[in-house]
């Protein structure tokens, strides 16, 4: 057994312990914690009980030196720098699932993050964790930079589009929707359940720090720097991302061929769907998988595209993504241990 | 007192006699349906046990002739033409809830609706009840089309931008979000708790009825057709729509000028509240209440403007509405009966 | 208009303020706070816009001297007894809406609270502010107990029946279920939206501080000590306690006399329901109003009774109820600006 | 691989899909349906995209003969009986996960179902499919009769304590709380959204069938007809059953042996988890897991049991407990699977 140890006991370290659970190669032997030292993750997450009984040690990352050939760093932004060059610089791989390594360019992280990044030449070795887009680079990699949430969502359905000239770099609308989880287990007024429940609200608008990851993206894939604006909602659910994307038909392309294409790319990818004409989809359907589901709309008359994809956003939204990632990078089955079906209803 | 009737006994009759409760000019006197005759609509609704005993009758409008001065149509698109004719000959104003009268265009009537309209005539006379809008006509008005709810949230952030040409009239996205009772309270499969509880999705991509809708009024605050999409979503929640509208700032048109329109337009305005700067609405905060919220969003570098709105499809969009209307076409302070604040939490 | 304040400004002081926006002969001239200082009220709670601009002022009661005639407590428990102390020595009257003046015996409190009494002496004095069923006591008092939400709903249905004889006092079973708003406002992990949504637990198991104060009441009514257990549940959900109280018939009383005992005791009570025989009650049919429905089921077999009750808990649960209270304190008619009907749905 | 077939197309069939997909010793070659003939599983359930493409045929178990070893009859009570009659006869194993063969008294059946039971002599036969408490009958069972959700939440707790006298068979309550997919996937009035979403309710109030049924198990282990009420109530929720029990400790039984026996009887069974002193159990922990957790409190001073259960009801409570039934019925590791966490938050 591969042996990976987990930085961090939120949300998304559980959801790598739920996934890990059912490896039959890989086996976590370590978490690492700032507030649950000396506590067992199945007391921490009661969910788990059967299946983790580790105790949280001290987040630091020489512990676990020798004992680890791979760790996840699930800590917020600004914590992963120095602890991933300690982990690299002993031989152990990394997969962030935090925001540290997904900007290219260290200036936008300063203005998005408030933070001096700690080390800017790291950010070329590291490589971008979408294995739908990157999968030989990853396969190669020490540090994968796992994608945010709502970039998921946001690239795999318009980097086709984009590489092919099938709709315009301007005048794209990425108007997203998700659940609550994704603003973490800590407690905050703002995801407190009488604040949520019965309502729905944007927030971040205009600001938001996925804004520029997914700016990026759609950017390397045109070619060229991509006008686009992103508006994320909370909607008062535990998971899920719905990201509806709008964008306008290139000239001199035909309608059909913006279904065409995302089934030429995705076709033969285990963990993209492409729905059938008229079927949108429901962020349901993969509850608790790591498939992201994509629905096409193009209007004959205006040329205007809409692509709706969903996705679970503590699965291919982050800990799915990242044990995919992580396949890659150790030379195992992409999909194993992934390949369960959403929870429904 | 002034007498009123009700046909229907969906969830906006429930709203209308909820609201009407408190009313001290106007009486209802009398609800038609044709699934619970016989039965007491606080049967039928017991959060109305105490506020209305009336057993409902059998669905002849020719059953208030005589016994009222005012009516409200809570019927499904279809059924509103004929009986409002009956009504409107016996000098009864009506004030019709559902779809039959919004569109001036009888085709798009036809291709939207799939129903042969049966009085074309009327659609002229009958005044499209935005009180915002419309109040003048409204007051002098024998048949109101009381707006669809996702219309409400879209027009009124937009027309003032439109009418004073500072925003452009293409390539506008409104991206639109409801609760379930929009979708009436009949048992549907898309509205099974299981179906909708923990998820999202988009539905009627491209053939909502209420585009048509949303783009008649557009067009005409314009003075040309626009060019907009229009996607609703369904949200786990009773009530609420958020609409998050996306435009492009007209050349030449200072950034400021978007929140100063609306803040002209609407200063004075009771039921309409325009956020402060750094302020978006949620529909938590308008939840069983008339008002409808506004954010306002301009990107100084891009130009994009991001209008969001929240109402309670209830009440703003549907009952709420209708009683402002109902005030103003009998002549009574148009507030009456819909001065109270949301429940939060 | 008598002038009133509040101290607080979680849910219960935002619920006053909603309330008391009706209310024709009382006005809120202050609100303190620790948290929110130099905030105005519709700040903190948007919904409130249009209702109260007051800015919330330091939490020091002797800024309400001179000002007003009653003052709201809405505080955490511990904090009420030297306030209400000034504020009675200086002729003010007192809704307490937190635990201080609940119990009698200070020993529970000590018990319960952890917490050493601070003038027991006022024990006797106060009032428990339930005014169905101490009313004249209540007119009279200058310092009421506002009841907790919990023993609203157990307490109403089961004191008929002990003072007549009806049901036995021992081996009662109390099993209720509430939401998330009855844990406050502030941010907490058992109140984050993931921890709550999308599942039920019980809490407090045998150790709630409702229980001794229910148990005071149903011994007062029994006229002797009575033996029960109490057992609340977290519910998905914002608003709304249902109570499931489960007793035994008392030998040779007739399984009709419950509810025969109970229409007698509450059929001209404005804000007490008996539902009809085969209905039980919903907490949505009273969703923010100051009802309280009850339900009847009677084994003619084995002599089980069981009593469901549903209430609001910010409104008959705490902020209606303290409306009542203070409309009975200052002589006014009991149900003024609490005659309005639940949101449903 | 081993053959199995489904009857029935609601969610508990999906559900059985989504288990059985992990299952790499049987195979599901059928389903059966009689609203959905023709269309794929995957359409109907867009959850099991690339994990089940059988097209639904007609509801005719002639079509199962030969092709199936073991057949789930997932359908409404009273359709089962001839089915399994004929299956049977043709050497396939049946788990009926409905009703028709868990009362062992036809009269109960008639009285609860309003039905004449078609085949009471198969009554004996079947075995009741509690793997906990009835393994070895079900390993050489061909009929065996999956327990309703409400009973397995309710019996397991209670049956070591009633074997072993620590409690007394009478007083007992089961007051039990139930997500929305229990009620079925057809559209119903009581399960829109709106008629569920914001409340709780109790229903079926003395009359509801899984009383009886409890009521047979947990007379069997007490050697005695039992005395205890039923509640189920309905929570806002997709999953998940708890079932708050209440019993009174039998004379000269120390408090500890409450949890002694549970732990004695359960210390070794995989799905029934013991939770900790003072740890309550939360439906979330189970959800979407084949668990069954347990808390215990016991009042020392008035010798009041309160054990505190929680289950997934499509799960535990349906089918993952019928695939329990199908290991132990085919001579299989009873936990293949089966061995999942829950999905958590």
Aim: aromatic share 8%; proline share 6%.
């Amino acid at each position: 057994m591969i042996k990976a140890g987990i930085i961090g006991d939120g949300y998304t370290a559980a959801e790598l312990i739920r996934i890990l659970a059912g490896h039959d190669e890989v086996e976590v032997v370590s978490v690492l914690s700032t507030e649950n030292v000396g506590r067992r993750m199945d007391q921490v997450f009661p969910h788990l009980t059967g299946f983790c009984s580790l105790e949280c040690e001290e987040s630091l990352p020489e512990k676990l030196i020798g004992r680890c050939q791979l760790v996840f760093l699930a800590l917020p932004h600004g914590l992963s720098v120095n602890i991933a060059l300690t982990l690299l610089k002993n031989g152990i791989k990394c997969v962030d699932l935090g925001a540290d390594f997904r900007l290219k360019d260290a200036s936008l992280y300063r203005e998005y993050y408030e933070l001096e990044h700690q080390a800017p030449q790291m950010l070329e070795q590291a490589v971008y964790g979408l294995p739908e887009i990157y999968r030989d680079k990853i396969r190669n990699a020490d540090l994968a930079a796992n994608p945010g949430c709502f970039p998921t969502g946001a690239i795999l359905p318009l980097v086709p589009l984009l590489k092919e000239g099938i709709i315009k770099p301007e005048g794209m609308v990425i108007d997203a929707k998700t659940g609550v989880s994704g603003a973490g287990r800590t407690a905050k007024f703002a995801s407190h359940f009488c604040e949520v429940n019965e309502g729905i609200k944007a927030y971040g608008v205009g600001t938001h720090r996925h804004g520029p990851e997914i700016r990026q993206e759609l950017s390397f894939a045109a070619g060229m720097m991509v006008d686009m604006i992103f508006t994320p909602h909370l909607v008062p659910m535990n998971r899920g991302i719905l990201s509806t994307c709008y964008a306008q038909l290139a000239a001199h392309v035909s309608p059909d061929s913006v279904r065409e294409a995302l089934e030429d790319w995705y076709g033969k990818e285990y963990f993209i769907r492409i729905l059938p004409p008229g079927t949108m989809p429901h962020t349901k359907w993969v509850y608790g998988s790591n498939f992201l589901d994509i629905g096409v709309y193009t209007d004959p008359r205006s040329g205007r595209v809409v692509l709706i994809s969903a996705l679970d956003n503590l699965t291919k939204g982050a800990s799915g993504q990242a044990v995919q990632n992580m396949n890659l990078m150790l030379g195992i089955d992409e999909k194993k241990a992934l390949m369960f079906a959403g929870v429904h209803p």
